[in-house]
């Protein structure tokens, strides 16, 4: 199995930017697929971006496209997630979430169902 921590998040103004950070260890991190999820209070968890075991293939929400993009460095079992032009809106806990079935089958993760381990989440929360 593979364990997974968060950092990076905090409060920043609208208009700014964090970059995400999630650790793993454990289990070999370069053959999980990964994706970074978000909850704000009262709201379900909901997809924000995902990448496949060797980072060539990402997926975004649309409401993050072109605003936030997903990497991941096999070499130091990290994955990223920076975002600029960040909104009120997209306060909320981030979790890195990743999956060895996903990793193995080439496939990337849209449903928080399809991940198997998770971190404890990072909070970002955005001024306007």
């Known amino acids: 199995q593979v364990q997974l921590v968060e950092s990076g998040g905090g409060l920043v103004q609208a208009g700014g930017s964090l970059r995400l950070s999630c650790a793993a260890s454990g289990h070999t991190f370069s053959s999980y697929a990964m994706g970074w999820f978000r909850q704000a209070p009262g709201k379900e968890r909901e997809f924000v971006a995902a990448i496949n075991w060797s980072g060539d293939r990402t997926a975004y929400a649309d409401s993050v496209k072109g605003r936030f993009t997903i990497s991941r460095d096999n070499a130091e079992n990290t994955l990223y997630l920076k975002m600029n032009s960040l909104k009120p809106e997209d306060t909320a806990l981030y979790y890195c979430?990743?999956?060895?079935?996903?990793?193995?089958?080439?496939?990337?993760?849209?449903?928080?169902?399809?991940?198997?381990?998770w971190g404890q989440g990072t909070q970002v929360t955005v001024s306007s």
């Open positions: 979430a990743a999956d060895l079935t996903l990793g193995l089958d080439y496939e990337l993760g849209y449903r928080p169902g399809e991940y198997e381990y």
